[in-house]
C-alpha cells in the first residue's frame, strides 16, 4: 500500500479526509449521546494521571477524546494525517488549552517536547511497524509517563484491528507496568452491544 504524505489517506488505506464530516455520527466518536460522553469520560479519568499534565493524542481525528482529556484540565496536543480532522478538532476545542498538528502518529512533529501522556485510539493498529512506533511514544514520554492505547479488533467475517495479546507483547520490551482493561462489555461506551475484542491498555515503561 502506497503511504501519501501530506494528506489524510492513512496507512490503513481509508481516506479520512473525506471520512471527517460524517465521523462523528458513530456514537463512539462523535460522543455526542451524554450518557457515551460519560462512559468515556469515566474511563479516561481513570486511565490519565489525576493529576493535570499535557496529553499528545495521537490521530486524535476530530478530538472528541481530546475534548474530554481538556474538559479534565489536562493541555493536549493533537496530531493527525487528515487536515480535515484537524481543522474540526481546532474548531471542536476553541477555546481549550489545546493545539493540533498535521502530522504521522509514527512520527509526530513535536520536536523536543515531552509528556505526561499518549494517548491512542483506534490508530495503533494501522501503523505499518507498531513496534517501532511504541518505542517512539516511549521516549516521548516524560520519566513516569504513560502510554494510553484503545485498540480492539474489528469484524468477523475479515476481522482488522489488533488483539491484546498482540499489543502487550509488542509492550513488553518495554519493561515497566502494563494494565490491560476488557471494554467489550460496556455497552455504554459503543451506544449498543458489541462481541468483538475491544481493549484499553494503560503502560507506564520503566
Ligand atoms: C478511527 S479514527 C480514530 C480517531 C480518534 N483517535 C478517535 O478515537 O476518535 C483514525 C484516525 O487516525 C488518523 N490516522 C490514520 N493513520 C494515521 C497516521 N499514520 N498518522 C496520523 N494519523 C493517522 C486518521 O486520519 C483518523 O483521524
Not at 462523535?30 to 450518557?35: A, H, T, V
Not at 512506533?133 to 492505547?149: I, M
Amino acid at each position: 500500500m502506497t503511504i501519501r504524505d501530506g494528506d489524510g489517506t492513512g496507512t490503513d488505506g481509508v481516506d479520512w479526509d473525506a471520512a471527517a464530516a460524517s465521523f462523528d455520527e458513530e456514537p463512539d466518536h462523535g460522543l455526542r449521546d451524554p450518557e457515551v460522553r460519560a462512559a468515556w469520560a469515566e474511563r479516561l479519568r481513570d486511565w490519565l494521571p489525576e493529576r493535570a499534565g499535557d496529553v499528545l493524542d495521537l490521530g486524535c481525528g476530530t478530538g472528541s477524546l481530546a475534548l474530554l482529556a481538556a474538559g479534565q484540565g489536562h493541555r493536549v496536543t493533537g496530531v493527525d494525517r487528515s487536515p480535515a480532522m484537524v481543522a474540526l478538532a481546532r474548531e471542536k476545542l476553541a477555546g481549550r488549552d489545546a493545539v493540533f498538528l498535521v502530522g504521522d502518529a509514527a512520527a509526530p512533529p513535536v520536536g523536543e517536547e515531552r509528556y505526561d501522556t499518549v494517548l491512542v485510539r483506534h490508530v495503533l493498529w494501522t501503523l505499518p511497524e507498531p513496534d517501532r512506533a511504541l518505542r517512539h511514544w516511549r521516549d516521548l514520554l516524560r520519566p513516569g509517563g504513560r502510554l494510553v492505547l484503545v485498540e480492539g479488533v474489528w469484524g468477523t467475517v475479515s476481522p482488522v484491528g489488533i488483539p491484546a495479546g498482540r499489543l502487550t507483547a509488542l509492550l513488553a520490551p518495554l519493561g515497566g507496568r502494563v494494565r490491560v482493561q476488557p471494554l467489550s462489555g460496556d455497552r455504554t461506551l459503543w451506544g449498543r452491544d458489541v462481541d468483538d475484542e475491544r481493549y484499553a491498555v494503560v503502560a507506564v515503561p520503566d
